[in-house]
């Protein structure tokens, strides 16, 4: 492939297009795209290459000349990782068990593991190579003598497939990916599990702008869930459906709700203290995470701040829960108006943890396009106007 398809090619998945879809954006036949990317058709005609640029929304120069920078790269391996796993979601349909063989359940229960920590690493490149082959042998395994156990990786495997598509923007994969897990955790039967599928339900929902949705799965589940508070993990699944439904009400403009569900998760976290049940992180830090998001965006960026200040990141062994803290806290330092320079150092601090999260983001997009309308060099601009280009905020 030439270095032009391959810029064209970034580009393209980086904003999660097809090949049908961008050509149609740019005027000419998706097969006259697809051997432009492949290399084998030149795109020096100059009204064909502006006619991409358009499509792609940059300058014929940046398809030319711009180099592919390393987290593009990993971001187009991720988004092309991101297709493997939806064929893997369409077919693990436990309405139709899969023959065949699988690898050990123990060896599946590790690699699963694997997967889990490469996503809250924020890795999600790593995470999208393993995840087919995994759901599909589990798929397998549920089927086998262990399908009770099976049945629970399976859903917290989909529940894995589903953030790191949500982290990759691509709402609607996301969303199937939950339906895996719910459909893996009801055909278990544990209310715990139901709990823990709600919770990657209601977050697929959300995420994806359907609030109403999202609040209804989460504050259904969390009624439910009270009756099997005695059984482990139960408590620290409850606080997440509490905090997604803070996260809906906000996203839904009813914020005094929003703080009741917060300060509910608060109380609940003061008595479980920090967990890693299921990988959730349930505690007083994650919840501290929560209320700063939810305060940056649409209450009070002062008390987002005081939280801030309240809230040691570190204490989150994952880098993904830390990079919503400072991406976060700078949204909330740029609301202010004041503090650009402190805000331009913690979205770097972001941008150095979580490369592909933060180019792909749009409130970090918005926070910087804030931050340079008002730059001046002593705010930092140099920094600023490189962020702002790895990021291709205009």
């Known amino acids: 492939m030439n270095d032009v398809g391959t810029r064209i090619r970034a580009r393209r998945l980086t904003r999660g297009w097809s090949v049908r879809y961008a050509a149609s954006r740019a005027g000419i036949s998706h097969a006259t795209w697809s051997r432009i990317e492949r290399g084998l058709q030149s795109a020096d005609n100059r009204i064909t290459l502006g006619g991409i640029a358009a499509a792609l929304e940059c300058s014929p120069s940046d398809l030319v000349g711009a180099p592919v920078s390393t987290s593009d790269r990993e971001l187009l391996a991720a988004l092309a990782g991101a297709q493997a796993v939806r064929r893997a979601l369409i077919d693990v349909d436990l309405s139709e068990p899969s023959d065949g063989a699988a690898p050990p359940l123990d060896l599946l229960a590790r690699t699963a593991d694997l997967a889990e920590t490469l996503l809250q690493a924020c890795d999600y490149a790593g995470v999208t190579r393993i995840l087919p082959g995994l759901l599909r042998d589990l798929h397998v395994e549920t089927a086998g003598p262990q399908a009770a156990r099976a049945l629970g990786l399976l859903s917290t495997v989909a529940s894995t497939a589903s953030s790191v598509l949500r982290e990759l923007e691509l709402p609607a994969d996301a969303w199937l990916a939950a339906e895996r897990c719910h459909e893996a955790a009801e055909a278990c039967g544990d209310p715990v599990l139901k709990g823990y599928a709600a919770y990657t339900r209601a977050s697929a929902a959300t995420v994806a702008g359907s609030h109403q949705r999202g609040l209804t799965l989460a504050e259904r589940a969390a009624g439910e869930l009270q009756r099997h508070l005695a059984r ?17 009400s906000q996203s839904g403009k009813r914020l005094d709700e929003s703080r009741a569900w917060s300060a509910e998760a608060a109380a609940l976290a003061q008595r479980t203290g920090e967990t890693t049940t299921l990988g959730l992180y349930f505690g007083p830090t994650n919840v501290g995470l929560w209320r700063i998001s939810i305060e940056a965006e649409d209450g009070d960026p002062g ?16 880098g993904l829960r830390q990079v919503y803290y400072y991406a976060d806290t700078a949204r909330a330092l740029a609301a202010l108006g004041n503090r650009d320079r402190e805000a331009i150092r913690l979205l770097l601090t972001a941008e150095r943890i979580a490369p592909q999260h933060v180019h792909r983001s749009a409130e970090v997009f918005q926070t910087v396009q804030e931050l340079l309308d008002r730059s001046r060099r002593q705010s930092g601009g140099g920094e600023l106007r490189g962020l702002s280009a790895r990021m291709q905020v205009a």
């Open 232 to 248: 482990p993990g139960a408590a620290e699944v409850l606080g997440c459906l509490q905090l997604v439904c803070a996260l809906a």
């Open 303 to 318: 008390h987002a701040l005081e939280i801030a200040r309240r809230t040691t990141p570190a204490t989150l062994p994952i």
